[in-house]
Structures are given as structure tokens and as C-alpha cells.
């Protein structure tokens, strides 16, 4: 009876080991199970990317039925790693939504992604800003391209609550000095002139390099990146820096800007205790699901008085969109490349609230008021890419984000945050050639 | 002759005891089986990999560019002004977590063992953190303590003590301070279990000998109830100090190491290097480094107590 009693228990043993191991060996490797045979990772987890992406989807998967795309979105914070470590292992996705620049390099230069030179050569005409060192330096590498651009990202954008300017009788900015003056007038009142949260580090960041464009131009600053030439410590780069210092200084952002995240400060803007708020159109996108509830202007970030390059702007191909190596079906991710590029799914795109990159959407459908600064942002003649995706990773989301975020903290000077940035970019990628 | 016979027969087949133990081990492949198969998969082979990678220089995407640079990355961590500030974040978050968790738990549990009112209600009061998740609580701390969209100053300024308002965890000199009260506040309530536990065991009649001998109450927790948790201490010191060396997601979710590094803590810089910077090599060597601390802090606390015990 004991020893039926032990081989019973040896049996059932064996028989949970063996369920143990049949459920480590089902599944397909983490893919989603809605049974689509391609898959799409992305960071468009909400407002208009995220309905878009999920009209572009169904519409593919209705008329391909033998081919269907499923996707996995991941919060921005998180994408970067997720889609890093995707990217690194044996099963990436069949089609990668990034933000291009430094990744881009990264990826081709380990052979992750697939060379769409030839498609893009022939298709870049459907793409506004196709040329433009903000698109072109996002994806290409040694001369080939490998990825193409859903967006067109405006970044130095200045959103204002129109009614809350109006109440206090302040006009719309039209000049930087314009800004300075209603943030005067609106501090005085004990309103927070410009929301801010750099708890993340590129939200300060993406305010510098407004001034940095401004100040610099979108040349000085790409042949920085690239160390030809220019140094971080060049004194326009220093005065960029000490324009967003002097805000600071006036008390123009929150008690939180160095501990809020961009939520908060989107939040504080759209709960009506801040005026401005200055980010990129992606802010726009989130009215698709969430408008605000007021009416916000919206207008390039103005011209500071006497800058050299008044009208050089940061704008990129935002969200950019390859194909991995590693993809199980690479011919049909080609042809979802395609399809979702398309003027008839852009215009899906631009209808809710996307900066589609692709000519014509926005103006065929986009809302409004969202038309003239994407007219602005498509007719940009001078583009600068993000600084901070443009630069090594150690650089760029290391020493960029923090010592800024010291920078607005009142701990550290603009003189300190731009040698800073020069010493991490001396060691990282060597001495500034001229 | 016999006997010497026997014995040597015994000695050439073994012992019976020895040879039942030989017969078990088939039998007990399969209860220990998969255990050791996911100890080896999920933690040696893991372990090994951290070990192996810590010695190279690689971008964490392509396999066949793993160069190896033997220990060119524990020298450059000498040289690595946030590695030093990270390993010192690192040890005043173990120093001072470890003494307020097992401070307030002894505190709590001994409380908890008085037989107060509302004592069962308090048990659960201050074990409930430790089941809810740290991201949530994360996410809840750094809304509240938002000086721009947050409870406490609000509330400061409600009850007269304005002038206390800060900006918390926007502070460098405060940030620290706070995570590490927030993680003793979440997980201390399970080391008042496990005091709690051991003071049910401690047997009733030395309470009453102390009594009978004249001591007060605070005598005889003094000098009996304590002294009887000594080896309960040194565990709950010994899992709260590992339980602090490991923090990530209290620091991560709640400043990601900032302002400025501020809050930067070994595990937090190595993720940092593995999987942003893309040095997978050099965030390996940081989180051996941690690896190595955590086992010499076991080692050594184990030996102490041990000694302490003799």
C-alpha cells in the first residue's frame, strides 16, 4: 500500500513536471494571441497614434485576411528598453515603430534592419520634409535608409490657453519678448506662466534645443553632433541654455519642474493653472480622446530678439517605422510599410490629430486647427533633429537629461551644463574636429 | 570472525542506510526535478551570463560583436563619478532601511503583542502596503508629493505649516531620504509578521518568572522578550538589508535616479548602462559589483549572528 502511495505520487510528480514544461513550450514567444501571422511593436498607446494605428490595422486585416497584423504598444517611458531588447533576441516584431537617429545607427550597423533604399527612393515624393536633415539624418546610415516617417514632428511648439490669455488681457505672443512680458504679467497674478515637468529629462531638454536652433541654427548643431567643428561650449549653445535658465529665474515654470513628469505637466496645462506649455505637436494627438477644455493656440515657439536663425525650427520624422532582419515574413511587412504610408490611411492618421508625414493627409482631413502649424512645420526650409536622439545614448539621455534637469533645479549653471555636455561628448565620441 | 566477516561484506556493499539513500534518488528526480531546472535556467545560467558579460564590450544587439575585454569595465567603474555616488546611495539605503524596518517592525509587533484595542485592525493596517504593488504606490507618492498637482503641500498650507512645503522629491537632499522612508513604510509590515511569530513562541512562563521576580513590563520586554528575538533580528535584518541592496522599483518608478543622480542606487545606474546606454558590459559589472556586496553582507551577517548566538 506505501509503495502504491510513493509511486503515485512519483506519477503525479512526473506528470506536473511534464505540464510544467508543455506550458514553458506553448505559446508562440510572447507573441499576441489574437492569431495574426505579422506583428507590429510600437509606443502608440493612446490618443490618435493609438486609434490610428488600430484603423490601420483592421483595414489591413480585413482585406488579408491570410496575413493579419496583430501589435503590441508600450508606454513611451518603457519603449525605448522594450524595443531595444525586442530588437537584440532572435524574434523581433515583423514591422518596429522607433524614433530613428541614434537607434537607427545602432540598429543597421548590427544588420537588425532591413535596407529600404530602394523603396524609399522611389516613394519619397508622398513625404513631406523627405529631404530635410530632420527626416534624412533619422534614418539613414552610411548612405542607405532604413526607415521611413509616419510623422512629422514639430517640436518647438508653444500651446497657450487662449481663454486664460484673454481673461488677463494678454494677446497672443508673437515675439519672445511677448512671452516674457505675459509670463511677467501672469506671475504677478500667481499663475504658472509655462507648465513644465523634467522629471524624464527630455522635456527640458526639447526647450533647449528650441533655443539652440534659434541661437545656433540647425547646421551648427547637426555639425555638432557629428564633432565637426563646433563644441557644446560654444557660447550660443551656453546662451540657449541660459535663455531657459533666465525663465527659470523669473519663476516662470512650477514648484515641480524638476520632479513632475510630462503627464504632470500636461495636466497642469490642462487643468487650467498653467498658460503656456511648451512640446511637440504629439500633444496634439492626445485631443483625438481627451481635448482640452478650453480652446489652445498652438504657434512655432517665437523668435527670441536677435537671434541669428529666427526661423530655424526643431522638426523630424517623429515615430519612423522599419522592418527588422530578424521578421518571420518580410515581403508582407513590406507591404504593410506600404499600405500604412498610403495617402488613404494617412488621411485616417491626420483625421485624428496625427502629423502624418505623408504630403496631403492633413490638409485632406486634419482638423483646423492644427492645418496652419503643420503648414509651418511641412515648408520648414531649416530642420534640426532631436538633440537628444541624435546623440549616443551616454550623451544624449544621460548627461543632456540630468544636467539640465540640474540646470532647472538652480544647481547647476549654463556654463556647467554645457561642459558637461562637451566632456561626456569628448569621451564618448572623441575630440571636435574642425 | 564472523562478525569481521559480516562488517567486511557490509563495508564492500555499503552501508543499508547508504544504499537506501542510493535507491531514493531516482524516486526523488522528479519532485526536485523541475525545481532545480528553473534554479539552474532562471537564476545560474542568468548569473553565469551577468558574469561572462561583465568581462566584455557589447551594444546588446548583435551576438557575434561580443568583444572581450577581461576587466576593463570594473576599472572603468573606478573612474565612474555616478557608480561611486550610486554605490553610496546604495549603502545609506541599506544602513538606514535596514535599521527602520526592523525598528519599526519589533516596535510594531511588540505593540501588536500587548493585546491592545484595534490591535488585529493595526496588523492589517501595516502588512497592506506590503501586497500592493510598489509601482502603484510609485505612481500614488510621486502624484501626492507633486508640489504642483500634489496633496501634501496643500496640506501643509491647510493646517499652518506652509513653510514646510518643499519640492520633495525635485530636492537632491531630500529625494533619497523620502524613497527610503516610502520602501520602510511598504515592506516593514512583513518583518512585524515574522516578529510576530517568533513572539508566540517564546514560552509564557519566562514572562511570568521575570514578574514573579518584581520586573516591570518594559524590564521584562527588555531583558526576556528581546534578548529571546535575537535570532528572529538577525534574520529580519539580514532579509530587510537584501531586500534594500536589491531596491529598483521604488527608485525607478519614483525619480529614475534623478534630480541630477540624486537618487541613483547601484541597480538603477546598471539598468541605465545595460539598456539604454546600450553597454551591456559595463551594466553587468555594476550589477556584479551589487551581487558581490549583497553575498559578503550575507556572509558576514551570517558569521556574526552566529558567534553572537554562541
Not at chain 1, 483625438?288 to 536677435?306: D, K, L, M, R
Request: hydrophobic letters at 45%; glycine letters at 10%.
Amino acid at each position: 500500500m506505501r509503495r502504491n502511495t510513493r509511486w503515485g505520487a512519483l506519477a503525479a510528480a512526473g506528470a506536473a513536471a511534464v505540464l510544467v514544461l508543455a506550458g514553458c513550450g506553448a505559446g508562440d514567444g510572447g507573441k499576441s494571441s489574437s492569431g495574426g501571422s505579422m506583428t507590429l511593436l510600437s509606443e502608440w498607446t493612446d490618443g490618435g497614434s493609438a486609434a490610428s494605428i488600430q484603423s490601420t490595422i483592421d483595414s489591413w486585416n480585413k482585406a488579408n485576411p491570410d496575413n493579419k497584423m496583430t501589435q503590441r504598444s508600450i508606454g513611451n517611458e518603457d519603449f525605448m528598453t522594450a524595443s531595444r531588447t525586442a530588437m537584440s533576441g532572435d524574434n523581433p516584431p515583423d514591422v518596429l515603430q522607433f524614433e530613428g537617429f541614434s537607434d537607427t545607427v545602432d540598429y543597421a550597423k548590427a544588420g537588425k534592419l532591413v535596407d529600404l533604399t530602394g523603396w524609399w527612393n522611389a516613394n519619397k515624393s508622398r513625404f513631406a520634409l523627405a529631404d530635410s536633415p530632420g527626416v534624412t539624418r533619422s534614418c539613414t546610415y552610411q548612405g542607405k535608409v532604413y526607415c521611413v516617417p509616419m510623422s512629422s514632428n514639430a517640436q518647438s511648439v508653444l500651446f497657450y490657453n487662449a481663454k486664460m490669455l484673454a481673461d488677463n488681457g494678454i494677446a497672443p505672443p508673437k515675439t519672445y519678448d511677448d512671452v516674457v512680458a505675459a509670463g511677467e504679467k501672469l506671475n504677478a497674478k500667481g499663475i504658472t506662466p509655462i507648465a513644465l515637468g523634467d522629471k524624464d529629462g527630455w522635456p527640458g531638454a526639447q526647450l533647449w534645443m528650441t533655443f539652440v536652433a534659434q541661437l545656433c541654427g540647425t547646421t551648427m548643431a547637426d555639425q555638432a553632433v557629428d564633432r565637426k567643428g563646433p563644441k557644446w561650449t560654444d557660447q550660443c549653445f551656453t546662451d540657449a541654455a541660459a535663455q531657459v535658465d533666465s525663465l527659470r529665474q523669473k519663476g516662470f515654470f512650477p514648484k515641480g519642474v524638476v520632479s513632475d513628469d510630462y503627464n504632470g505637466m500636461v495636466s497642469l496645462f490642462e487643468s487650467g493653472k498653467a498658460a503656456f506649455i511648451s512640446t511637440g505637436s504629439w500633444f496634439i494627438g492626445s485631443w483625438q480622446s481627451a481635448p482640452p477644455p478650453f480652446q489652445v493656440g498652438a504657434e512655432y515657439f517665437p523668435p527670441v530678439t536677435g537671434a541669428a536663425h529666427p526661423d530655424d525650427k526643431v522638426a523630424y520624422g517623429g515615430d519612423v517605422v522599419g522592418i527588422p532582419t530578424g521578421g518571420k515574413n518580410q515581403a508582407e511587412a513590406m507591404k504593410f510599410l506600404d499600405y500604412m504610408t498610403s495617402l488613404d490611411q494617412a488621411k485616417v492618421w491626420a483625421k485624428n490629430y496625427y502629423f502624418s508625414a505623408v504630403k496631403g493627409a492633413v490638409a485632406a482631413s486634419g482638423p483646423a486647427n492644427i492645418k496652419d502649424l503643420y503648414d509651418q512645420t511641412a515648408s520648414a526650409e531649416n530642420t534640426l533633429g532631436s538633440l537628444d536622439l541624435q546623440l549616443p545614448p551616454a550623451v544624449g539621455q544621460d548627461v543632456l537629461y540630468n544636467s539640465f534637469q540640474s540646470l532647472l533645479g538652480g544647481k547647476t549653471t549654463p556654463q556647467q551644463f554645457t561642459a558637461a555636455l562637451e566632456k561626456s561628448a569628448q569621451a564618448t565620441q572623441g575630440p571636435s574636429q574642425p | 570472525m564472523a562478525t569481521l566477516t559480516t562488517e567486511a561484506s557490509a563495508a564492500a556493499h555499503g552501508s543499508p542506510r547508504v544504499g537506501r539513500r542510493r535507491r531514493k534518488w531516482p524516486a526523488l528526480i522528479p519532485f526536485l526535478g523541475p525545481a532545480l531546472g528553473f534554479y539552474l535556467m532562471f537564476l545560474i545560467i542568468p548569473l553565469a551570463g551577468t558574469i561572462f558579460l561583465s568581462l566584455t564590450d557589447w551594444n546588446g544587439f548583435d551576438f557575434g560583436k561580443i568583444d572581450f575585454v577581461g576587466v576593463t569595465n570594473y576599472t572603468a567603474l573606478a573612474h565612474d563619478p555616478v557608480f561611486k555616488s550610486a554605490l553610496w546611495h546604495t549603502l545609506i539605503f541599506v544602513a538606514v532601511a535596514v535599521v527602520l524596518k526592523t525598528v519599526g517592525a519589533l516596535a510594531a509587533s511588540l505593540a501588536i503583542n500587548e493585546r491592545l484595542p484595534l490591535a488585529t485592525l493595526f496588523r492589517g493596517v501595516y502588512v497592506m502596503p506590503t501586497v500592493i504593488s510598489m509601482v502603484v504606490i510609485g505612481v500614488v507618492f510621486n502624484l501626492a508629493l507633486s508640489p504642483t498637482l500634489g496633496l501634501i503641500n496643500p496640506f501643509l498650507d491647510a493646517i499652518g505649516l506652509g513653510h514646510y512645503a518643499g519640492t520633495w522629491l525635485g530636492d537632491p537632499n531630500k529625494a533619497l531620504p523620502i524613497i527610503i522612508l516610502l520602501d520602510v513604510w511598504q515592506n516593514f509590515g512583513i518583518y512585524m509578521l515574522i516578529y510576530i511569530s517568533a513572539l508566540v513562541a517564546i514560552p509564557e512562563d519566562l514572562g511570568e518568572a521575570a514578574r514573579v521576580d518584581g520586573a516591570s513590563r518594559w524590564q521584562e520586554i527588555r531583558r526576556v522578550t528581546i534578548p529571546m528575538l535575537r535570532s528572529t533580528t538577525g534574520i529580519v535584518m539580514l532579509l530587510a538589508g537584501i531586500d534594500s541592496l536589491k531596491v529598483f522599483t521604488t527608485v525607478y518608478v519614483m525619480t529614475r535616479g534623478g534630480p541630477d543622480h540624486a537618487t541613483e542606487v547601484l541597480s538603477t545606474w546598471g539598468y541605465d548602462q545595460a539598456f539604454t546606454q546600450n553597454d551591456v558590459g559595463y551594466g553587468s559589472a555594476i550589477m556584479v559589483v551589487l551581487l558581490a556586496i549583497a553575498f559578503v553582507f550575507a556572509f558576514v551577517w551570517l558569521r556574526f549572528f552566529r558567534k553572537v548566538g554562541e
